[in-house]
């Protein structure tokens, strides 16, 4: 079957790094999505990656491990406001995507 | 400005009955869908509609039907055969079905 895993709650301090990990099992792979999720909010689009590697966002970048079935979400210099839940999702042969069910990141002062 | 709008954000009904959720777009995509998030869950999807005039049924389609007569617009009919229609609905579009989704901003029905 098709799966994603992430962690469901992690908790940071505002101004360090966090590093949300994502692992997928799919029927084939088009690539993996990260969107960024405020409680009772529309989800935002943040990066997408097709090829294996690292790509950088201003503070955000994602990374892709195809052959692991791995990514990674990285945010430095947090603030406050990135307080949201993060949602990754593997698009499969079909060009259907395949949802986490996000982790919720909790910044404190 | 361009985006995508869904109506009303908080929707209330009495088992039973039949509800509609509005979706319209001016972003001009093609793609539009309807997913479902529950508490501690991915997002499901209901339908998507890659043209006018053709949908095809997501994972948990049924109890739901959906339109697509225009372009711009992708309404959900939450229909009394759906068990548990109590959730937060998501309506999203895309270029195409290889690109990155635009979400509004989520209809939250409760059945009473």
């Known amino acids: 079957g098709q799966n994603i895993d992430q962690p469901t709650e992690m908790t940071a301090t505002e101004g360090a790094i966090v590093q949300i990990n994502c692992t997928y099992q799919?029927?084939?792979?088009?690539?993996l999505f990260w969107y960024q999720q405020h409680a009772g909010e529309a989800p935002t689009f943040l990066s997408y990656?097709?090829l294996d590697g690292l790509e950088e966002k201003g503070r955000f970048s994602s990374f892709l491990s195809r052959s692991k079935g791995y990514s990674y979400l990285l945010l430095k210099e947090l603030q406050m406001k990135d307080s949201a839940s993060y949602l990754c999702?593997?698009?499969?042969?079909?060009?259907?995507?395949?949802w986490g069910a996000g982790t919720k990141l909790i910044i404190k002062p | 400005d361009g985006g995508i709008t869904q109506s009303p954000k908080y929707l209330f009904r009495k088992e039973g009955q039949n509800v509609t959720l509005s979706c319209e777009q001016n972003?001009?995509?093609?793609?539009m869908y309807w997913y479902r998030q529950d508490p501690g869950q991915g997002l499901r999807l209901i339908y998507y509609?890659?043209?006018?005039?053709?949908?095809q049924k997501g994972d948990i389609a049924e109890g739901y039907s959906v339109s697509r007569e225009k372009k711009e617009s992708f309404p959900l009919t939450v229909t009394s055969a759906q068990k548990n229609p109590t959730a937060f609905y998501l309506c999203?579009?895309?270029?195409?079905?290889?690109?990155?989704?635009?979400f509004g901003q989520g209809t939250r029905l409760t059945v009473v």
């Open positions: 972003l001009n995509h093609d793609a």
């Open positions: 999702a593997a698009m499969d042969s079909n060009y259907q995507l395949i």
């Open positions: 999203a579009s895309s270029i195409g079905d290889r690109s990155e989704a635009f």
């Open positions: 990656n097709v």
């Open positions: 799919t029927s084939g792979f088009n690539g």
């Open positions: 509609s890659q043209i006018v005039n053709d949908f």
